[in-house]
Nanobody, 123 residues
Framework: QLVESGGGSVQAGGSLRLSCAAAGFTYSRRCMAWFRQTPGKEREGIASIYIDGRQAYYDNSVEGRFTISTDTAKNTVSLQMNSLKPEDTAVYYC???????????????????WGQGTQVTVS
């Protein structure tokens, strides 16, 4: 189970922090990610991280502004979003892969488990 929190509204240039609480995931090599989606567009991967090695990946659209991190003790993954732009407005989803998942770290095909989404609005 994945439960996101921390969405909301912010002015351009501001910051928000999203958190995702993960329950029931025990395999150590899992990859956690944040995706976002706007109406009429496909869900896109923007940041992901391997829990064991903390290797992170970012889409060009957010690199340098967003930071993904994990707290293994709390079993959470967070997304710190700085210098927000109106084009960052979307529903943000937390995702986790499965033990035998394949695909690139930001590919939607890799991820089997999804949170319910949280709205981020930048004006």
């Amino acid at each position: 189970q994945l439960v996101e929190s921390g969405g909301g509204s912010v002015q351009a240039g501001g910051s928000l922090r999203l958190s995702c609480a993960a329950a029931g995931f025990t395999y150590s090599r899992r990859c956690m990610a944040w995706f976002r989606q706007t109406p009429g567009k496909e869900r896109e991967g923007i940041a992901s991280i391997y829990i064991d090695g903390r290797q992170a990946y970012y889409d060009n659209s957010v690199e340098g502004r967003f930071t993904i991190s994990t707290d293994t003790a709390k079993n959470t993954v967070s997304l710190q979003m700085n210098s927000l732009k109106p084009e960052d407005t979307a529903v943000y989803y937390c995702a986790a892969d499965a033990p035998l998942s394949t695909g690139a770290p930001l590919s939607i095909k890799r991820f089997a488990f999804w949170g319910q989404g949280t709205q981020v609005t930048v004006s």
